[in-house]
Nanobody, 126 residues
Framework: QVQLVESGGGVVQPGGSLRLSCVVSGFTLNFYTIGWFRQAPGKEREGVSCISIGDGRTYYADSVKGRFTISRDAAKNTLYLQMNSLKSEDTAVYYC???????????????????WGQGTQVTVAS
């Protein structure tokens, strides 16, 4: 049984920072991709960032490039998302997810992922 548990969400002012964490437990040896998604009210879930576990390459949505940084501590089975210069449009529930395959051209597509966490709320408001 694979479990993903996110934490670190909260309320922050525009321009502020948050760091999200996702602890992965269970049978994780065959995962190829791990990433972050988000879903704002009334909108579809969208890919934010991911790591290709095989080569460590990172990928970002255009909307967060230069502001968000994804990282992974393999020894702790933990994924992080450092979010800086937060904007009101970053408000959403953030989810981490893993996939048994690597999808270079469409890593941002939620249906390709196999396991999901329960999400953590991030609210950016003054």
């Amino acid at each position: 049984q694979v479990q993903l548990v996110e934490s670190g969400g909260g309320v922050v002012q525009p321009g502020g920072s948050l760091r999200l964490s996702c602890v992965v437990s269970g049978f994780t040896l065959n995962f190829y991709t791990i990433g972050w998604f988000r879903q704002a009210p009334g909108k579809e879930r969208e890919g934010v960032s991911c790591i290709s576990i095989g080569d460590g390459r990172t990928y970002y949505a255009d909307s967060v490039k230069g502001r968000f940084t994804i990282s992974r501590d393999a020894a702790k089975n933990t994924l992080y998302l450092q979010m800086n210069s937060l904007k009101s449009e970053d408000t959403a529930v953030y989810y981490c997810a893993t996939a048994y395959n690597w999808y270079a051209n469409n890593w941002w597509s939620p249906p390709l992922y196999d396991y999901w966490g329960q999400g953590t709320q991030v609210t950016v408001a003054s």
